[in-house]
């Protein structure tokens, strides 16, 4: 008798470790499928169908077109907390060259661009990837907690404006209100094994703003009948840098960065106009109007010291509907969720980072904002093979960035490491039975 028990234990064991083998190799599939196969954003109808048929086919009840193509997957087992879980699923206008077997050779066109390679330059593939194996582990768990579980898969993150429209369309009648809201974001720079967490700030405020120098236009030969706007955009391009060394503390963190500037048709022409766009990061509220109201300042003024007759002073728009304000990570929660997280990851504390706040920008911020009473956190996934991050670190080949079309996820290991963290949060935040 005491054989056949220690005989079915080792099968049980056996078993486990097979399933769990095929569960990991079906995520890792997944990852693939998606990677190859990205949508930009406001695109993401295939993708959108896939997440549905994959928590559908978990027992979730699935609610679609949420906000564009937003898709909530709902599971309620029995009384508790209600925990929200959010993966983003828009490509980026970025043509692949990380030459791994599974890259993206789709092409496609954006509202507000041409023709370009598409591809998950930004991870979320990843993202869905470990949502999809978090959601699979449990159901496969239900006897183990209690509460109401809402996956949110969200388009349009990189264009800032997915959360909002999700947020308009009605999310939060569609959808219980939340006591805890989770995201992971990967990290470009961090080994995978690894996880890190930053209370508090995590991600910057952001604006784009558009300014519209405007000139007196002529000869080439002959500046001094006209009024040069490229020679006014220069000015107020260095200008500009003035309102973070000059202006702001150096306790706070600013970026104004002129991304784009076009001007002017040929050689020998001043020409009429020159348009500039900018982005304008920051945490705090008090700088971020610190800097739009220096932007316009600054263009005006400058426009006025050469000359330029009032009816012909810049413009200066402020995109107020892709406007984000800081993703902050509820502080007390974020202390929790560190010791979670080292206790679920095979490498213990060690697998858990504290990383400094970054000036990228993230639309999740405004779930949090939407329900101000709900924990908030985001914590990033480390993709890259740790001898790469040794190297690197040693003045070896640098690690490419997010967004850079060599970005190239280590996968397995990232999805395991993923999953089995954000399982272990969405485990704690949900109630015990």
């Given at each position: 008798?005491?054989?056949?028990?220690?005989?079915?234990?080792?099968?049980?064991?056996?078993?486990?470790?097979?399933?769990?083998?095929?569960e990991?190799?079906?995520?890792?599939?997944?990852?693939?499928?998606?990677?190859?196969?990205?949508?930009?954003?406001?695109?993401?109808?295939?993708?959108?169908?896939?997440?549905?048929?994959?928590?559908?086919?978990?027992?979730?009840?699935?609610?679609?077109?949420?906000?564009?193509?937003?898709?909530?997957?709902?599971?309620?087992?029995?009384?508790?907390?209600?925990?929200?879980?959010?993966?983003?699923?828009?490509?980026?206008?970025?043509?692949?060259?990380?030459?791994?077997?599974?890259?993206?050779?789709?092409?496609?066109?954006?509202?507000?661009?041409?023709?370009?390679?598409?591809?998950?330059?930004?991870?979320?593939?990843?993202?869905?990837?470990?949502?999809?194996?978090?959601?699979?582990?449990?159901?496969?768990?239900?006897?183990?907690?209690?509460?109401?579980?809402?996956?949110?898969?969200?388009p349009?993150e990189?264009?800032?404006?997915?959360?909002?429209?999700?947020?308009?369309?009605?999310?939060?009648?569609?959808?219980?209100?939340?006591?805890?809201?989770?995201?992971?974001?990967?990290?470009?720079?961090?080994?995978?094994?690894?996880?890190?967490?930053?209370?508090?700030?995590?991600?910057?405020?952001?604006?784009?703003?558009?300014?519209?120098?405007?000139?007196?236009g002529?000869?080439?030969?002959?500046?001094?009948?006209?009024?040069?706007?490229?020679?006014?955009?220069?000015?107020?391009?260095?200008?500009?840098?003035?309102?973070?060394?000059?202006?702001?503390?150096?306790?706070?963190?600013?970026?104004?960065?002129?991304?784009?500037?076009?001007?002017?048709?040929?050689?020998?022409?001043?020409?009429?106009?020159?348009?500039?766009?900018?982005?304008?990061?920051?945490?705090?509220?008090?700088?971020?109007?610190?800097?739009?109201?220096?932007?316009?300042?600054?263009?005006?003024?400058?426009?006025?010291?050469?000359?330029?007759?009032?009816?012909?002073?810049?413009?200066?728009?402020?995109?107020?509907?892709?406007?984000l304000?800081?993703?902050?990570?509820?502080?007390?929660?974020?202390?929790?969720?560190?010791?979670?997280?080292?206790?679920?990851l095979?490498?213990?504390?060690?697998?858990?980072?504290?990383?400094?706040?970054?000036?990228?920008?993230?639309?999740?911020?405004?779930?949090?904002?939407?329900?101000?009473?709900?924990?908030?956190?985001?914590f990033?996934?480390?993709?890259?093979?740790?001898?790469?991050?040794?190297?690197?670190?040693?003045?070896?080949?640098p690690?490419?960035?997010?967004?850079?079309?060599?970005y190239?996820?280590?996968p397995?290991?990232?999805?395991?490491?993923?999953?089995?963290?954000?399982?272990?949060?969405?485990?704690?935040?949900?109630?015990?039975?």
């Amino acid at each position: 008798m005491t054989n056949g028990i220690k005989s079915l234990g080792v099968l049980l064991l056996l078993c486990i470790a097979v399933n769990a083998q095929d569960e990991a190799q079906r995520l890792l599939q997944l990852y693939k499928e998606l990677h190859a196969a990205p949508e930009l954003s406001q695109q993401e109808e295939k993708t959108a169908a896939r997440m549905a048929q994959e928590f559908r086919a978990l027992g979730y009840s699935i609610t679609e077109k949420i906000g564009g193509h937003g898709v909530l997957a709902l599971l309620e087992n029995g009384p508790g907390p209600v925990l929200w879980i959010r993966a983003d699923m828009d490509a980026l206008p970025v043509t692949e060259e990380t030459g791994v077997a599974w890259a993206s050779k789709v092409r496609a066109a954006s509202s507000a661009g041409p023709e370009s390679g598409v591809m998950h330059a930004c991870g979320h593939d990843m993202h869905m990837t470990v949502a999809v194996g978090t959601a699979a582990k449990l159901v496969a768990s239900k006897a183990h907690w209690s509460g109401t579980l809402m996956f949110l898969l969200q388009p349009a993150e990189e264009i800032g404006v997915g959360a909002k429209a999700m947020l308009a369309d009605g999310l939060l009648k569609r959808a219980p209100k939340p006591d805890t809201i989770l995201a992971q974001h990967v990290d470009a720079a961090v080994a995978t094994g690894q996880v890190s967490v930053t209370p508090g700030p995590i991600f910057a405020c952001v604006d784009s703003v558009d300014v519209v120098v405007r000139g007196v236009g002529g000869h080439g030969a002959y500046p001094h009948r006209a009024r040069d706007p490229v020679v006014l955009a220069a000015q107020m391009v260095l200008a500009f840098q003035t309102l973070v060394s000059r202006e702001n503390s150096p306790l706070d963190p600013a970026v104004v960065t002129v991304g784009s500037i076009h001007g002017g048709t040929k050689h020998n022409v001043i020409g009429e106009e020159v348009k500039m766009q900018l982005t304008v990061r920051c945490y705090d509220e008090r700088v971020r109007k610190q800097l739009l109201g220096g932007i316009k300042r600054i263009a005006e003024h400058t426009a006025r010291a050469a000359g330029m007759p009032e009816d012909r002073l810049p413009t200066v728009h402020v995109h107020e509907s892709e406007s984000l304000g800081a993703l902050v990570n509820t502080p007390e929660y974020a202390a929790h969720a560190t010791k979670v997280l080292a206790a679920a990851l095979p490498g213990g504390a060690a697998s858990v980072l504290c990383r400094a706040p970054e000036m990228g920008a993230e639309d999740f911020a405004l779930f949090g904002q939407a329900v101000a009473s709900a924990r908030l956190l985001m914590f990033r996934l480390g993709t890259i093979p740790p001898a790469r991050v040794a190297a690197a670190e040693q003045g070896g080949p640098p690690l490419p960035s997010i967004h850079s079309p060599r970005y190239a996820p280590d996968p397995a290991p990232s999805i395991a490491t993923g999953v089995t963290a954000m399982y272990a949060l969405a485990l704690d935040a949900l109630g015990k039975r």
